[in-house]
């Protein structure tokens, strides 16, 4: 019971805040009062809370709001069968999917061989990329793993960058080697990349090769040119696994160019092997607020489009013409 509460009762101030049975804790026993309707789904959210905490996986106060948030919406994966589908484990921590979009997105990886995964910053559209990418390589389905992306600035002109080519690069991809540094024992990734079996470079360096036994993730797509986009999905060799990761609300391309992550959406739509995975505001797992924002600035976005859209014409027998 007390780590079905939380530390100070934590747990059950967000039981009380979020459903609208009310909770009374007397020893080992729960009682509910409400509706039926309330009733019933706090107590799906305290069955899936104990099914968490018997896989021997703690609860945080995060964890609570999501399973409430996933038996709210009535999805069709249990909250505890997302919450605890581990993908790594490493350096004292796991990782795994933290809501239902995360988790269809994981499986996509599993089960396709080309992955688009489009959505906002902070769902964990590289992070969990990265994750199977290790994975992969760890069980041996691949022999390396190739990291990359566009070398677009977000919105500034940086200039001349001094140093070696590596030192010209690394603020690009640095990203990606934090994620990296976050799955994979740091002493190792020197001698990974010495070795080739950890590569990363910028998207330009990927013309005129094939990846056989690869797993390649493409991250920023968003700024890659309709171009680049069919270089870069048609470097794919034999034994081998894309993932490609952007945000199309932040495209940093210059003189209104193309997304090739916008366009291709349409140009792959229905292609066998492929899977495009759509993450929304809700599967944001930064500070909460990071959620806020991004569905701030959608509302944003809808109610400006709406504004600047031109009123419809009437046809001209309708103006007595």
């Known amino acids: ?12 101030r967000l039981l009380e805040r979020d459903l609208d049975a009310d909770i009374h804790v007397r020893g080992n026993t729960v009682t509910l009062t409400g509706s ?11 069955t899936e809370m104990v099914t968490i905490l018997r896989t021997g996986q703690g609860l945080t106060s995060e964890t609570v709001e999501r399973v409430v948030q996933m038996t709210s919406t009535g999805a069709e994966v249990a909250p505890a069968e997302v919450l605890t589908q581990n993908i790594l484990s490493g350096r004292g921590k796991t990782v795994r999917p933290k809501t239902l979009n995360q988790k269809r997105y994981v499986d996509a990886i599993d089960q396709h061989t080309v992955v688009f995964g489009i959505g906002p910053a902070g769902t964990g559209k590289t992070y969990l990329a990265m994750a199977k990418a290790v994975q992969a390589l760890q069980q041996k389905l691949v022999n390396r793993i190739i990291l990359t992306r566009p070398a677009i600035e977000a919105g500034e002109k940086l200039g001349f960058l001094p140093g070696t080519l590596n030192d010209k690069i690394d603020p690009y991809v640095r990203p990606l080697y934090d994620a990296l540094h976050d799955m994979v024992d740091p002493e190792s990734v020197p001698k990974l990349l010495t070795s080739g079996t950890i590569e990363v470079a910028p998207l330009a360096y ?5 990846l056989n036994d690869a797993f390649i993730i493409l991250d920023e797509a968003q700024n890659t040119s309709m171009e680049q986009m069919k270089m870069f999905l048609t470097r794919l060799g034999f034994g081998s696994r894309m993932v490609v990761t952007g945000d199309i609300t932040q495209i940093d391309l210059p003189g209104g ?19 495009f995975c759509q993450l929304t505001n809700h599967d944001v797992v930064r500070h909460k607020l990071v959620g806020r924002i991004v569905q701030a600035y959608d509302q944003y976005d809808v109610t400006r489009t709406t504004a600047e859209r031109p009123p419809r014409r009437r046809p001209d027998h309708d103006r007595g013409a």
């Open 257 to 275: 160019q193309l997304s090739g992550l916008r366009e291709v959406q349409q140009i792959l739509d229905g292609v066998d092997d492929i899977a």
């Open 1 to 12: 019971m007390v780590n079905m509460l939380g530390p100070r009762d934590e747990f059950l």
């Open 36 to 46: 039926a309707e309330q009733i019933g789904l706090a107590v799906d959210v305290l």
């Open 206 to 210: 990927m013309r005129g090769r094939t």
